[in-house]
């Protein structure tokens, strides 16, 4: 049995039963992404960015070291992300290994805050064979969104992470720009 970070409930390794671990501001009944974007907000600071993550790799690793390690890998990304500044940052577990984070954050310390997670979570899936490694896609949030536009802006950061950031090898930080996806680097040193 493995343990809900945020329940402190058991969850019987191998299933895919954290599919609602959600941060402490818990997704109210009918309310999705897309009316947390449109609503523009993060308690009292203006939405400024979605994020979208995505384990790369994850089908292979459950592959060759079993499904109980996978699901160790996500809880420990998980327990990573809300380790963030929960006043200026909403995160939630979207799917299987898919997880999405709305910043209130200037754009300069959330890139440091992905590319220090990122940095945590590889030494982590280093110890691990090393085969499971992280794309990230961003982008800007403009104020007075509809809910429809909400939606749409989700979709194009989620397709950036899951499948532009595949088509370049994995392992890529994406922001979403008014033209073609600006590839960004994961370290400045």
């Known amino acids: 049995m493995m343990t809900n970070p945020r329940t402190q409930g058991s969850v ?101 805050q992905i590319r220090g997670l990122r940095e945590k979570f590889l030494g982590m899936a280093e110890n691990c064979a090393g085969a499971v490694t992280l794309s990230c896609a961003y982008a800007e949030v403009v104020p007075g969104l509809s809910k429809e536009e909400g939606q749409r802006l989700f979709a194009k950061v989620s397709e950036l992470a899951q499948e532009t950031a595949k088509r370049l090898g994995k392992n890529k930080m994406l922001k979403l720009g008014s033209a073609e996806p600006e590839q960004l680097e994961w370290s400045t040193k």
């Open 12 to 112: 019987p390794a191998g299933s895919n039963n954290f599919v609602s671990w959600q941060s402490p501001r818990l997704l109210g009944p009918g309310q999705n992404l897309a009316e947390l974007i449109s609503r523009g907000k993060i308690g009292e600071h203006p939405l400024r960015w979605v994020a979208f993550f995505d384990l790369d790799n994850l089908y292979p690793f459950n592959q060759a070291l079993g499904h109980t390690a996978g699901d160790q890998l996500i809880v420990a990304f998980w327990q990573l992300l809300t380790k963030v500044d929960s006043a200026h940052n909403f995160v939630t577990r979207y799917g299987g290994d898919e997880f999405v984070w709305l910043s209130a954050l200037p754009e300069d310390v959330l890139q440091k």
